[in-house]
């Protein structure tokens, strides 16, 4: 399934005046996908463009704390590689999820340490599901940036919520897969960029809770983003995508999938801005 959409702000924007203007960057969530975030930047950087404001969910708060800490693009993707997934200390029989949210703290902590959102040098937004209240947090400058992510990122069946002063956080994707919105009035000119493109699919392939968990997902977020996506004036959104899992583990793929994101964003670049 591909959807049409139509770029928020039709005037003409060349690239002189674009990169004189206060951008900001959107990145949704996508699992192992969410490497494609980083070929997109990775293109973008090569242009000249750098984020005044950064709004992720999910794999997008991995990528964009990472690249707002001044983590290059291939830094990041070197750093997913370096992380095996399902690696057997990693999983938990005593909290609600396959893997352990806090096994993967050590990783950010080598490279954020006690830093918190305040510290970024950019404004970075991040995302997480109050799962008690049932709404949508937005992390505030005191709170830790390895939690933070943690937060982001804990996609329910399959990763422990993550605990932050007693309160209980999964995915920011449950309510905000694409804050877009978050960021819409701070901003000459906001690019988004979407890595989670519904797949087609048949109904054999449903057969685990994995499958089934994912194309929940999937589903949900396909009915929620489209009127987010006008918020937008450059949506970068790889439709090949789709034939690669949100929990990619091998490294070969995970390097197709940072280059997927960077030719559509060579792509959607050259048909917006010419």
């Known amino acids: ?23 900001g960057y959107v990145l949704s969530g996508g699992g192992t996908k969410g490497l494609a975030h980083a070929g997109a930047l990775h293109f973008l950087e090569k242009q000249g463009l750098k984020p005044a404001i950064i709004s992720g969910t999910s794999a997008g708060s991995i990528v964009g704390s990472l690249y707002a800490w001044g983590k290059s693009p291939v830094e990041i993707l070197e750093f997913f590689q370096s992380i095996y997934f399902f690696h ?31 510290d ?3 404004p970075m937004y991040i995302t997480a599901t109050d799962m008690v209240q049932g709404k949508l947090c937005v992390f505030e400058a005191n709170v830790p940036i390895s939690d933070a992510i943690l937060a982001s990122s ?7 919520p993550h605990i ?56 949900l977020y396909a009915h929620t983003h489209l009127q987010k996506f006008n918020n937008c004036d450059l949506i970068i959104e790889p439709e ?34 010419g």
Not at 154 to 160: E, R, T, Y
Not at 245 to 258: L, P, Q, R, V
């Open 164 to 219: 932050i002063d007693g309160n209980i956080y999964s995915d920011g994707g449950i309510l905000n897969h694409f804050p877009a919105d978050l960021i819409a009035d701070a901003c000459d000119y906001i690019i988004g960029i979407y890595v989670s493109p519904i797949e087609k699919i048949q109904a054999d392939q449903l057969r685990s809770i994995k499958a089934v968990t994912s194309r929940a997902f999937d589903l």
């Open 154 to 160: 804990a996609f329910p069946g399959v990763i422990s």
């Open 1 to 23: 399934m591909h959807f049409v959409y139509l770029v928020g702000n039709l005037d003409y924007t060349p690239m002189k005046t674009l990169t004189s203007q206060r951008i």
């Open 240 to 273: 090949a995508l789709c034939n690669y899992s949100t929990f990619e583990t091998n490294k070969h793929k995970m390097e197709e999938i940072f280059q997927i994101g960077y030719d559509e964003a060579q792509k959607r670049y050259h048909e917006v801005l």
């Open 88 to 118: 057997w200390t990693h999983f938990t029989l005593k909290k609600p999820g396959l893997i352990d949210s806090d096994s993967f703290k050590k990783y950010f902590d080598q490279i954020f340490g006690k830093a918190t959102i305040g």
């Open 120 to 122: 970024f040098p950019l």
